[in-house]
């Protein structure tokens, strides 16, 4: 397996409707998590303890929320937050 990034449950619900350049720097950020939870989790296929709780992070423009799945190596991005019109 290999670290990757999605949205939750599919790209369409997270983040249909939002500027561009918002989701480009969704995407720049969740890449960043990606490779952070690579360091956490050396060995994510085999981990065994429960997974961490749902984060909020700040974006330029708004603010995304996810959560890391060590199992399954994944960083699941479940809802994007910006102001109207960003």
């Known amino acids: 397996m290999s ?3 999605e ?3 599919d790209a369409e ?3 249909g409707g939002f500027p561009a350049d ?3 720097a969704v995407e ?3 890449a960043e998590l990606v490779r952070a939870a690579e360091v956490l989790y050396l060995e994510g296929a085999s981990y065994e303890g ?3 709780p749902m984060r909020h992070l700040d974006v330029a423009g708004g603010l995304l ?3 890391v799945v060590p199992r399954l190596e994944l960083v699941a991005i479940c809802q994007l937050t910006a102001p109207p019109g960003a």
């Open 7 to 9: 949205y939750l449950p």
């Open 22 to 24: 918002f989701l480009a």
């Open 3 to 5: 670290w990757a990034w």
């Open 28 to 30: 720049l950020r969740a």
């Open 50 to 52: 429960s997974g961490e």
């Open 13 to 15: 619900h997270v983040a």
């Open 65 to 67: 929320s996810y959560y």
